[in-house]
């Protein structure tokens, strides 16, 4: 930005900056729809934000966030205790629970495992999941991981370490969407589908 603006602008637009999806021209665009409607969106996004910050919590239990601990999964006694989803980060928790055919708990692990960026077994939950397997009320692991080779090789260690549990390790079927065009897929989703066919 030029001289012009001053540096509460500046500094706006670098916190914008570093939130995922958004660069310095994003950033900017950001700052500036704010700054433009401060009265219907940036006072009530600081207020909310202001709220965020001071109220939610990461639950002790699975690593997601709420406003209490243990989170309202971990605390809903409705819930089958014996199936425990593995995932990456909330955000997969958000998109498990919208489609809402889950019922069971789930562990978020922080990240995955990654040689290129320094991450090992340590920087993520993975201590803790082997703890909550052997607490013994859990009968299945299921691996919601990404299809990457960083979420490959996350989910053949967890695999790895739970193996003398003889809790069975399962990993969510991969293929062909529902309404998919084979036209649209890559050769490794349909390679994937292909082996992973059952009866008709």
């Known amino acids: 930005m030029g001289a012009s603006a001053g540096?509460?602008?500046?500094?706006?637009?670098?916190?914008?900056?570093?939130?995922?999806?958004?660069?310095?021209?994003?950033?900017?665009?950001?700052?500036?729809?704010?700054?433009k409607k401060r009265d219907t969106l940036l006072?009530?996004?600081?207020?909310?934000?202001?709220?965020?910050?001071a109220k939610v919590r990461t639950c002790s239990v699975c690593g997601s966030l709420d406003v209490t601990d243990p989170c309202s999964i971990c605390a809903d006694g409705s819930r089958d205790q014996r199936l425990l989803c593995v995932v990456e980060e909330v955000?997969?928790?958000?998109?498990m629970e919208r489609g809402?055919?889950?019922r069971g708990r789930y562990h978020v692990l922080g990240g995955l495992l990654s040689a290129l960026d320094g991450v090992g077994p340590e920087a993520l939950r993975i201590?803790?999941?082997?703890?909550?397997?052997?607490?013994?009320?859990?009968?299945?692991?299921?691996?919601?991981?990404?299809?990457?080779?960083?979420?490959?090789?996350?989910?053949?260690?967890?695999?790895?370490?739970?193996?003398?549990?003889?809790?069975?390790?399962?990993?969510?079927?991969?293929g062909v969407p529902v309404g998919g065009d084979l036209d649209w897929l890559d050769d490794g989703t349909i390679a994937q589908a292909l082996r992973a066919r059952r009866p008709a």
């Open 127 to 174: 201590g803790e999941l082997a703890a909550r397997v052997a607490d013994g009320e859990v009968s299945e692991v299921i691996l919601a991981l990404p299809a990457t080779v960083d979420g490959q090789t996350t989910a053949h260690y967890i695999a790895d370490r739970l193996a003398r549990t003889n809790v069975p390790v399962t990993m969510l079927a991969r």
């Open 100 to 102: 809402g055919a889950f």
């Open 43 to 53: 006072a009530p996004l600081a207020l909310a934000m202001a709220e965020a910050q």
């Open 7 to 35: 540096p509460e602008i500046e500094r706006l637009i670098a916190l914008l900056s570093k939130l995922p999806g958004l660069g310095p021209r994003s950033g900017r665009r950001a700052a500036l729809a704010l700054l």
């Open 91 to 95: 955000g997969s928790v958000w998109a």
